[in-house]
Structures are given as C-alpha cells and as structure tokens.
C-alpha cells in the first residue's frame, strides 16, 4: 500500500500556501450555507430530486430547485469518511487518500495527441489508451490513472466503455472514468467487476473511481447524479468536481467563486450521503478564472494555482478528501 507525504500541516521545514484564515474558512462556509439553504440549487432529475426531499429538503419540482437546510449540509460532511482507500488491481499501488496526503494522476481527457510516427497533431483514437496507460503504469509519480484522451474512433455515447476495456490490461493502479450514460455506467460496473472477480469483490477492493461534474452556477444535471447515486450505490470512490469560471459562470472575486464552488460540491455531497450514508466521496475541482479573451477557463495559471490551493484548505477544513486540476 502506498501512502503519499503529507501536505498542508504545520512543520518545521519546507514550504507552503494557505492562502485562507480560520476566520476566512469560518465566512465561507456560513455564506455556502445561506446560498443552498436561500438561493438552492437546481437538480434536473426527479429521483435526486426526491432523495433531497426525503432527507429534509424543501423542493419544488415544478423549477427543480432545492433548498437544502444548513443542518443536512453539515450532517453530510460529517458522514463523509475523510480517509478513502482506493485499491489498484496491484496490491502495491493501492492508495490511502485523506489525512493531508498527496498524491497524483494524469491530466485528462484530451481529444488531439501529438503523434509519435508522423509528428502531426491527430484525433486520438482508442489504440493511443495502451501507449498513455503503460507510460502512467510504469511512471512512478503518478499514482492513480484518470482517463486520459477521449477516443474518437467509435461511437461517442460508448467511448468510455472502449477506454475501460482498453485500460484494465494495461493499468494496474487505481482508475477513474467519467462515463455519461446510466448504459455506460452498467457496462464499466461490468467490466470493472469481471476483472475484480464480481461485484462483491470489486466494492472490497474499489479499483475504479468516478467521477463527475455539476454545471455553474449551481445546477446538478441528470448526468450527474446518476453517477453519484450510481458510485455511491456501488461502494465505489467518487469524485464531485465543480468547474467555475471566475467572472464568467462565478462572481469575479475569489471569495464569491469559493463560496459557489464551495456550494455545488456540497450539493452532491449531501445527496450522496443522504442516499448511501458513508460512502467515499472526493472534493474536486477544477475551478479557474475565464480567459477574457477566448472565454474558455485558464488552465495552468496563478489564478488557477491560487483557487486550488484555497480548495485545498476548504476539504482540509472539513476532512475531506480532496483532488484539484490544472497545476
């Protein structure tokens, strides 16, 4: 089993960046709380809408907003385990999350590679899966394997399905895929668990991740909470990601895209656990500022660097594993 450094605690040598006070913390969790109890959040599909209504909720299915009472948010951060253990079908990569360790993957999912042969730019197809599989498999810094391109030779509402069953020959850490359909869903859950050796053996050992991600401002698509409801129903580790763009789909100060972030990862948090109390569950994000200029989200910038290291603070904050993007 591996168990990366820690980050984000107090020592005596090295560097680090805690951008936030106890008290800025303290402001941004009590406004997060306003906005999902006064503004709420807008959940497309009827069966997530009914688990919220069912947990306390006050829900309105004619505009699908739910309103969620500050006491369910909090009881829902404090069921959410703050230590995850996802296994890699290699013992020796299995992965202890939470606590203030860190660890890496890959960046993902590019739709164009660099062709190796020609030199050219090309759609990537599902043949590139085993050429960035065995590179991240053999990497000893990276440490669990996200789905890396989006094949483009097959048919788009399937492509994860491909990937999967190109990656688990050539991948023996942890996984995590983002499939878009209840169909996709099932079929990886099959793959997944003819690999493990069943279902029962695959929520033993959890190989596979999910992951997905809420639409700013505050929206829950349909496809993504059948992903949470599918994950946490499976025992599988899942990742809530929220992808603001400062001064675009955010308010254009820091605080105010924290706060909105901060409040549609815990929209799904709070679903999942009131429909599988207990179940592992990833703080995301990949949260940046929008490139005036193309109106698309920069990536790999300061402001991108600074957001992640304030969400880093906030899942601290609430013992919560958690992943960033874009450093």
């Not at 680090?16 to 959940?43: C, K, M, N």
Request: charged share 20%.
């Amino acid at each position: 089993m591996k168990r990366g450094i820690h980050a984000g605690l107090p020592r005596t040598d090295g560097i680090g960046a805690d951008p936030l006070s106890d008290g800025d913390l303290h402001d941004i969790h009590l406004a997060t709380l306003e906005v999902l109890e006064r503004t709420g959040i807008w959940v497309e599909a009827q069966d997530a809408r009914d688990i919220f209504r069912d947990g306390g909720c006050r829900v309105n299915d004619d505009t699908f907003q739910v309103h969620i009472p500050a006491a369910v948010v909090e009881d829902a951060i404090h069921s959410t385990p703050p230590i995850i253990r996802w296994c890699g079908r290699d013992p020796r990569h299995d992965l202890m999350l939470g606590g203030g360790r860190l660890a890496f993957m890959n960046f993902g999912e590019a739709v164009t590679i660099n062709d190796l042969v020609t030199g050219e730019n090309r759609p990537t197809v599902t043949r590139d899966v085993a050429d960035i599989c065995t590179v991240v498999d053999w990497a000893s810094e990276i440490d669990v394997y996200e789905a890396a391109i989006t094949p483009r030779d097959c048919n788009e509402d399937i492509a994860t399905i491909h990937h999967l069953a190109a990656a688990l020959p050539a991948v023996s850490k942890p996984m995590m895929f983002g499939p878009l359909s209840k169909f996709e869903l099932q079929t990886c859950l099959e793959l997944a668990s003819a690999v493990a050796g069943g279902v029962d053996a695959l929520r033993e050992r959890p190989f596979l991740g999910l992951g997905m991600c809420s639409v700013s401002p505050l929206q829950l698509t349909e496809q993504g909470t059948d992903v949470c409801l599918f994950a946490a129903r499976a025992g599988l580790p899942l990742s809530i990601l929220a992808m603001c763009m400062a001064g675009g789909s955010t308010p254009q100060t820091l605080a105010g895209t924290l706060v909105l972030h901060n409040a549609e990862v815990l929209a799904g948090i709070t679903m999942v656990q009131l429909a599988e109390r207990g179940a592992p569950v990833i703080y995301s994000s990949s949260t940046t500022a929008m490139d005036l200029r193309l109106g698309a989200a920069s990536v790999g910038t300061p402001e991108c660097a600074l957001l992640n290291a304030c969400v880093g603070q906030i899942s601290r904050h609430y013992a919560i594993p958690s992943w960033v993007a874009g450093l």
